[in-house]
């Protein structure tokens, strides 16, 4: 089993359709309120993978990573935020970080009192460019190892 890396940490906005995939939380700040899925990278994994195996592990849904929407930085920590497209399965709780994992209309998350305020923030201002991955590695680095995003084409 990989050990988790504390100081890197993805959160993955989940669409199909108009409807965003939301994690009832079962510990900390966010108990009880409804949030974006998400977690820690495996030591040695890319976010990008952290960020389809957290969606798949939480919620049972399988999605592909469109883009970055932003990242947050700390001293001591970096968290980046995906927009992920929807492919297959039907949400269910993982019974352990979460108690329940459904899709909600965008519009409809927004009315809730129970949404976290990041969660929140992100619905908000939810654009689907973002920045999108590109071509990007110099002949003398492993490309699964540097990844750039940027914005446009």
């Given amino acids: 089993m990989a050990e988790d890396n504390w100081n890197h940490s993805v959160g993955c906005l989940v669409t199909r359709g108009e409807e965003i ?3 009832r939380h ?3 700040r966010a108990e009880g309120r409804l949030l974006i899925p998400g977690g820690y990278l495996n030591t040695g994994e890319m976010p990008e993978q952290a960020a389809v195996r957290e969606v798949g592990e939480e919620t049972g849904v399988t999605a592909r990573v469109s883009s970055l929407l932003g990242i947050r930085f700390s001293p001591a920590d970096w968290y ?3 927009h992920l497209e929807y492919v297959e399965g039907t949400p269910r709780s993982d019974h352990n970080e979460n108690s329940e994992a459904l899709f909600l209309d965008r519009q ?3 009315r809730r009192d129970d949404l976290t305020p990041l969660s929140r923030e992100l619905l908000e ?3 689907r460019r973002g920045m999108t991955l590109g071509p990007f590695c110099p002949v003398y680095w492993k490309p699964e190892e540097w990844h750039l995003y940027r914005q446009g084409k």
Avoid: N, P, Q
Wanted: hydrophobic letters at 60%.
């Fill in 21 to 23: 995939l939301l994690v």
């Fill in 125 to 127: 201002r939810f654009d």
């Fill in 108 to 110: 409809e998350a927004l």
């Fill in 80 to 82: 980046a935020i995906f």
């Fill in 26 to 28: 079962t510990y900390g």
